[in-house]
């Protein structure tokens, strides 16, 4: 079975600096993709970018990019000139092809707070 | 654009009281899920079904029920309410395939008392 794995349960950032928050995950699948979620304090889930496993170039969405490394099964976040806004919940997550791809695996979430 | 679509956003249950939380998207998704969000533990899985007729246990179904008559609506039912489900419930749809974004409704906060 799949696993996600977060290991910070919070981290800090200063407003308009970087942070990088660290995911692990594992499976014996070659073809899957991996999801970064943001959870604000209004409960939404609301995806920040995804990463095909295939593609060796790492994913960017304007000030969020990921940091994909296969072989060691890691998939982490780095939120450039951090904002207020930023700060929210943020899951992990896997979804592949064996034993269905209509399951979304995600990790226990890492609290983000940005301070001014 | 509705989306999906969640109700009711807060309900409390005495125990042993059943229940049914609504879903209902409207993209003409195949997938659709509920999850439970518990502090400290991320999103379980409960149930999941990848079409109308057809749906299955994820990873804590015990104590709840679903069925999916139309591609539309993925109700969940608590059959006897109990202190340990007390949480957040997510429900979400997406298209099939790995690649696919689920999309999420705005959950529900239950509390059994």
């Known amino acids: 079975a799949q696993t996600v794995t977060q290991s910070q349960p919070e981290m800090s950032v200063q407003e308009a600096e970087t942070v990088t928050l660290s995911c692990t995950y594992d499976t014996s699948e070659s073809d899957y993709y991996l999801f970064w979620y943001k959870q604000p304090p209004s409960r939404q889930m609301i995806l920040v970018i995804r990463?095909?496993?295939?593609?060796?170039q790492n994913a960017t969405e304007n000030r969020f990019s990921v940091n994909f490394q296969k072989a060691a099964k890691s998939f982490s976040l780095k939120i450039s000139d951090s904002q207020l806004g930023d700060a929210a919940m943020y899951f992990c997550a896997f979804r592949g092809r064996q034993g269905g791809s209509e399951k979304l695996v995600f990790g226990k979430g890492t609290k983000l707070t940005v301070n001014p | 654009n509705a989306g999906v679509t969640q109700t009711p956003k807060f309900q409390v249950l005495k125990t042993g009281q059943s229940m049914t939380l609504q879903c209902a998207q409207d993209?003409?998704?195949?997938?659709m899920s509920w999850y439970r969000q518990d502090p400290g533990m991320g999103l379980r899985l409960i149930h999941y079904s990848v079409g109308a007729g057809i749906t299955d246990q994820g990873e804590v179904p015990n104590g709840y029920n679903v069925s999916r008559s139309t591609t539309e609506d993925f109700p969940l039912r608590l059959l006897s309410a109990a202190p340990s489900q007390t949480s957040v419930y997510f429900c979400a749809s997406s298209y099939g395939g790995p690649h696919s974004e689920a999309f999420f409704g705005q959950g529900t906060r239950l509390t059994v008392v």
């Open positions: 993209m003409n998704h195949e997938y």
């Open positions: 990463q095909e496993a295939y593609k060796q």
